[in-house]
């Protein structure tokens, strides 16, 4: 049984911060969203993504900010993880910074 693929339209990260291939989705995130001084929470596996940059804001010190990445093996699944984090929101500084995105190992 082949994989559904989705009919919606995401972004796709092929580029990331340094000249490696990376092996797995997880190294990719970390390294593709990765800003100096702000951490990559990089959770689960599978070539697309929630990816939450609302901790991003300068208003506090770089090492309480992060951004959160969670993957899943299929878009759908990636946009109702979002659709989850949009109606809660991501924490107390929530500013509703939330993208579903797809990753590529191969440029």
Same mark, same amino acid.
Request: glycine share 4%; hydrophobic share 35%.
């Given at each position: 049984m082949g994989r559904r693929h989705s009919l *919606? #339209? @995401?972004?796709t990260y092929r580029q990331h911060n340094c000249a490696r291939q990376h %092996?797995?989705?997880? $190294?990719? #995130?970390?390294c593709a969203f990765q800003q100096k001084g702000i951490p990559v /929470? #990089? *959770? &689960? +596996? &599978? +070539?697309? #993504? !929630? @990816?939450?940059t609302?901790? %991003?804001?300068?208003? *506090?010190p770089s090492y309480r %900010? !992060? !951004?959160s990445v969670h993957m899943f093996a299929t878009a759908e699944e990636a946009e109702r993880a979002k659709a989850i984090i949009d109606s809660s929101g991501c924490g107390g500084l929530c500013r %509703? /910074?939330?993208e579903v995105v797809r990753?590529?190992? $191969?440029?």
């Open positions: *919606i #339209a @995401v972004k %092996r797995t989705f997880a $190294t990719f #995130a970390k /929470q #990089a *959770i &689960g +596996e &599978g +070539e697309y #993504a !929630t @990816v939450s609302c901790n %991003r804001t300068y208003s *506090i %900010r !992060t !951004t %509703r /910074q939330h990753l590529s190992l $191969t440029t």
